[in-house]
Structures are given as structure tokens and as C-alpha cells.
């Protein structure tokens, strides 16, 4: 599958991390956003980007890797929307409006288009219940069938929900 998607990302604790380039960030325990597309086949693919972001153990290639492999932080959902088009940025715009979203960082996860931030944190007001609504609404204006994927916290296994 070819698409766009956001992880909800759930941070237990706060913790610090270098995130390459950018230096140095602290990331406070809550809810932080990323989305990204995959517009191609194996490892590319929706399923396969998704698989990796899960996966705790890779070696750290984007900036949302430093969270995804991080002890305190975990993917709890992914909304996604199949589509061949990159929805990336407009999707992400979107979702910073609708939740009054934040960078994590000036300049994360937004190395290749003009975007302040594609990894965002979301107030903790805001639960992760309404975080999932608030997508959702997003995603409808981009037409096409918004799909929601629940990972268990039990085990790494996941069902849609
Ligand atoms: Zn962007």
C-alpha cells in the first residue's frame, strides 16, 4: 500500500536526546506526532515504513527514530490514508491547526520540504482519545478511507480498531 500516515507516539516519561544535527531537546512525557508518507514497494510501502517506525532496534536514520527507539516512548496508533499523492505536508499542516500542535524542535522530521516540524507535541489537555479523534477529522478532508491501527500494549502485535 502507497500513503500517508501519523503516529501517535505516547511518551511515559520525559527524557533528553540529541537529535543529530539539530542538538540537543528535551522530550516531556505525553503525546508527540509524526507524520510522513510511504510511496513505494517493500521496505517503502506503507507497511514496511510503519513495521520499521514500531520496531524498537534500528540503527537511527530520521529524527523519529531517536523517540520510536527510545525506552520511554512507545506507538500506541497510526492513522493512515491510501493514496499515491504525498499528503505529508498539507496532512501535517492540518494536524498542527486541529490539535494546536507544536514542534518537538525546530527543523524535526522536516529535513527534505520547507515545514517547521513534521514530529509534533500535542498539549497534554488533550488525551490520547482526542488526539485520535482530531486525526481522523483531518484525514476525512483528504477524502479517500481513513484507516486506524491499534498496537496492543501488551505485545508488538497490532489489529485495526
Ligand atoms: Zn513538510
Given at each position: 500500500?502507497?500513503?500517508?500516515?501519523?503516529?501517535?507516539?505516547v511518551?511515559?516519561?520525559?527524557?533528553?536526546?540529541?537529535?543529530?544535527?539539530?542538538?540537543?531537546?528535551?522530550?516531556?512525557?505525553?503525546?508527540?506526532?509524526?507524520?510522513?508518507?510511504?510511496?513505494?514497494?517493500?521496505?517503502?510501502?506503507?507497511e514496511?515504513?510503519?513495521?520499521?517506525?514500531?520496531?524498537?532496534w534500528?540503527?537511527?536514520?530520521?529524527?523519529?527514530?531517536?523517540?520510536?527507539?527510545?525506552?520511554?516512548?512507545r506507538?500506541?496508533?497510526?492513522?493512515?490514508?491510501?493514496?499515491?499523492?504525498?499528503?505529508?505536508c498539507?496532512?501535517?499542516?492540518?494536524v498542527?491547526?486541529?490539535?494546536?500542535?507544536?514542534?518537538?524542535?525546530?527543523?524535526?522530521?522536516?529535513?527534505?520540504?520547507?515545514?517547521?516540524?513534521?514530529?509534533?507535541?500535542?498539549?497534554?489537555?488533550?488525551?490520547?482519545?482526542?488526539v485520535?479523534?482530531?486525526?481522523?477529522r483531518?484525514?476525512g478532508?483528504?477524502?479517500?478511507?481513513?484507516?486506524l491501527?491499534?498496537?496492543a500494549s501488551?505485545?508488538?502485535?497490532?489489529?485495526?480498531?
Open positions: 500500500m502507497r500513503g500517508t500516515y501519523t503516529l501517535v507516539l511518551c511515559d516519561e520525559g527524557f533528553g536526546v540529541v537529535m543529530g544535527r539539530l542538538g540537543r531537546v528535551w522530550v516531556g512525557a505525553g503525546c508527540c506526532l509524526y507524520t510522513g508518507s510511504a510511496l513505494g514497494v517493500g521496505a517503502q510501502s506503507l514496511g515504513r510503519v513495521e520499521r517506525h514500531v520496531r524498537r534500528k540503527r537511527r536514520r530520521w529524527h523519529v527514530d531517536y523517540l520510536t527507539s527510545n525506552q520511554h516512548c506507538v500506541t496508533r497510526v492513522v493512515w490514508l491510501i493514496s499515491p499523492r504525498r499528503l505529508e498539507a496532512i501535517n499542516r492540518a498542527a491547526e486541529e490539535l494546536n500542535a507544536r514542534p518537538v524542535l525546530a527543523g524535526a522530521g522536516s529535513s527534505d520540504c520547507e515545514c517547521d516540524a513534521h514530529l509534533l507535541r500535542v498539549q497534554s489537555s488533550v488525551g490520547v482519545r482526542g485520535v479523534r482530531g486525526l481522523v483531518v484525514y478532508r483528504f477524502g479517500g478511507r481513513v484507516r491501527m491499534r498496537f501488551s505485545s508488538r502485535t497490532f489489529g485495526e480498531g
